[in-house]
């Protein structure tokens, strides 16, 4: 079964740019989570989705936002980039509710996000 | 703040030594779960406890969680080169729809 996949591995913006990350979750899978890795911060949870409806949201402003297809695939999008939006975005599946005890979330590799 | 704290943040040792890290909480969790984390991956699940109390070995890593179920913690014995990473440790609870809650990491280095 393939793994969690995520696109693009890398990607370099300016300051006020937009951009668009996509995960494809492993099949079967219907929670997908995302998450914001920075040193000394940890994961930062951003949001999560279950079938197409987001069901859980962290502490970040509106700039975050994304979805989820029918397919369970999902995209983030962070709208006028902020310096310090430069981290590690890392996106999980897992088969249900993200969290339930034995529940394990899958994660892909990330996408690491430059902003300059 | 961190519901979750993390101790030691770094640790760097010799191969073959003993460790242990921490994961402590003021609140309580109704699982506790550990990743590890390796350079350009995403963390990858080691260990989940439910039960206070709960012991769980694989290998040489063993996890307890707390009595209270508001701490763990993660002993390596006999470190080797290949359990160099960064650990992380995650909480669920049912008050936040079981929403993971994440500590910061004990980045952990083994030294040939």
């Known amino acids: 079964k393939a793994g969690v996949t995520q696109t693009p591995r890398y990607l370099i913006k300016t300051r006020g740019q937009q951009v668009t990350l996509s995960c494809s979750p492993i099949?079967?899978?219907?929670?997908v989570s995302w998450y914001q890795q920075t040193p000394g911060q940890g994961l930062q949870f951003l949001f999560e989705?279950?079938?197409?409806?987001?069901?859980n949201k962290g502490n970040f402003p509106g700039r975050f936002s994304g979805r989820q297809f029918s397919n369970s695939r999902s995209e983030m999008n962070v709208s006028t980039l902020e310096l310090g939006d430069s981290a590690l975005y890392l996106c999980?599946?897992?088969?249900?509710?993200?969290?339930?005890?034995?529940?394990?979330?899958?994660f892909g590799p990330g996408t690491r996000l430059t902003v300059l | 703040t961190q519901l979750l704290e993390q101790s030691p943040q770094f640790l760097s040792i010799q191969e073959g030594e003993n460790l242990t890290v921490y994961c402590n909480s003021s609140?309580?969790?109704?699982?506790l779960q550990w990743y590890r984390q390796e350079p350009g991956e995403g963390p990858v699940l080691l260990v989940t406890?439910?039960?206070g109390g709960e012991v769980k070995k694989l290998k040489r890593l063993t996890f307890q969680f707390g009595d209270a179920r508001k701490d763990s913690s993660l002993h390596i014995t006999a470190a080797q080169p290949g359990d160099t990473g960064l650990y992380l440790c995650?909480?669920?609870?049912?008050?936040?729809?079981?929403?993971?809650?994440w500590g910061a990491g004990t980045k952990l280095i083994i030294k040939p």
């Open positions: 999980a599946s897992s088969p249900e509710v993200a969290g339930d005890p034995g529940d394990e979330q899958f």
């Open positions: 099949s079967g899978h219907r929670s």
């Open positions: 989705y279950f079938s197409e409806t987001q069901r």
């Open positions: 609140s309580v969790f109704s699982s």
């Open positions: 406890v439910v039960t």
């Open positions: 995650a909480g669920a609870q049912e008050d936040s729809n079981y929403q993971l809650i």
